[in-house]
């Protein structure tokens, strides 16, 4: 019996390919776990890829509706996933694992508590969920960000990783100089050990 899951929520204009990299490397640490590294519902407008919201004309003021507009989408893609791994009624044992926009909506999953999963692991995002918050506080967060970040600056990170902790949640945060909009070997190791940790019940 699969003993946890790991969904992989990838940036804007990619594909569920890209992180899928991430799950056979953790799959070695991390034995009878499941991995699902889906593409987002939408297609990129500016290229091949998709996306889980648009970005033409984001702003500041426009970007929590947005976040809110592609929730529902979000969580159908989410809810079939859990269903085809049987573990719709095991969020304690479902880890989220997001990069860039795919962060943003798993920050968003978690704030808004609608997906009280194990844990999440938020590479190079925002928090852009729109207010209020009910956060799932039984799900602790790892945040984690380049320094070089010229996409989204990792002081986005660091706002994030301290309204969260206002909310009464538990956050890690790992910030890495000279480390741009990407993943780092670093930072996939210690993603690694907290998903371990996550799931070690």
């Known amino acids: 019996m699969t003993k946890g899951l790991i969904v992989l929520l990838h940036g804007v204009g990619s594909n569920g390919r890209d992180l899928a990299d991430l799950g056979e490397y ?34 500041p003021a426009n970007r929590a509706q947005r976040v809110f507009n ?21 969020l304690d044992r479902v880890v989220l694992v997001g990069f860039s926009q795919g962060t943003i909506m798993g920050l968003d999953a978690v704030v808004s508590g609608r997906w009280p999963v194990a844990g999440l ?41 301290a309204q969260l902790r206002d909310l009464g949640m538990v956050v890690s945060t790992q910030f890495e100089p000279s480390v741009g909009h990407t993943i780092s070997a670093r930072s996939v190791r210690s993603a690694g050990e907290f998903i371990g940790q996550c799931l070690a019940q």
């Open 26 to 59: 953790w799959a070695s640490t991390l034995p009878q776990i499941a991995f699902a590294s889906p593409d987002a519902p939408d297609l990129f407008e500016h290229g091949e890829g998709y996306q889980w919201f648009s970005l033409s004309g984001v702003t």
């Open 70 to 90: 592609a929730r529902q989408a979000f969580d159908q893609k989410l809810a079939a996933i859990l269903t085809q791994h049987q573990m719709q009624d095991r």
């Open 121 to 161: 692991v938020a590479f190079s995002g925002r928090l852009a969920s729109p207010a209020p918050y009910q956060p799932a506080k039984n799900t602790p967060v790892m945040v984690v960000h380049g320094m070089a970040d010229s996409v989204i600056p990792y002081a986005e990170s660091e706002a994030a990783a």
